[in-house]
């Protein structure tokens, strides 16, 4: 029983409930069988889809929209090597700087999470990319919002969500993020500047590391999470195989540890942007 394994949607807050978080997913699900079978012959694994406001929430922690459903056939090829992209990517023109606002006033975020954004944004900004971020205190003009999750998803384990780069080139535009990371779980800055920095991955069209084996990292049976209509496209130069140890910032499932982003993790961005 991994009593370290947290996934970064629903499984397990805590190990004792990794069997009954996935049965509530189960009993909660209201989605129609036709939709069960487009996901299904997209490519992706129907296994815990979850029916939420935009759209449907798949492999734990990514959001599919009615419209992104509504626009995309069938895929087929799912290969099992390590680092994948979406087919949209952010486009760039060789340069470009994603604003991501997130609320710091009384019903918003803590300091704690605040400074796991910002270490998250300097991740990716000491990486030398043709995209940076940066955080405004303009809600309006942000590329990507963090919001609250539900009181509800927080409660039952959640720790983010987010979705894939739109058809045209710009990054999803929320982040939905637990605000109880520090005061429930005990996570330093890193850890969750590790999670933010996931969804903020997932944002600009990074897959799961393991995405073709979550096992790899949440532990349970072998379960792939297909290749769905966005894509799973090898980003070459990384291996094949994922492995827990080498901790990529991308794995499916965390221990809310630190996973700062490793070789290949940042050889994948580097050929990304
Ligand atoms: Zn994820």
Known sequence: MSNLIK???AFAAFGFLFTSCSEEIN?????????????????FNPEGIEKIEEGYLIERDIVITDEFLQNHGPETNVPNVEQYSTNNLVSTNGSRNITMYADEGRRGYSPAMIAGLDEAIRRFNAENLEI???????????????????????????????????????????????????????????GIATIIAHEMGHCIGFRHTDYFDRSISCGGATSNEGSGGVGANHIPGTPTGASLNAASWMLSCTDGSDRPFNNDDQTALDFLY
Not at 174 to 183: A, H, Y
């Open 132 to 190: 940076t971020f940066s955080r405004i205190t303009n809600k309006r003009a942000a590329d990507i919002e963090m919001t609250r999750l539900s009181k509800r998803d927080e409660r039952r384990g959640v720790l983010g969500s987010a979705g894939f780069p739109t058809a045209g080139g710009d990054p999803y535009g929320e982040i939905k993020m637990s605000g109880i990371l520090e005061s429930s779980y005990g996570l330093s800055t890193d």
């Open 27 to 43: 009993s909660n699900i209201e989605i129609s069988e036709g939709v069960i079978q487009q996901l299904e012959e997209m490519g």
């Open 7 to 9: 996934s970064l949607f």
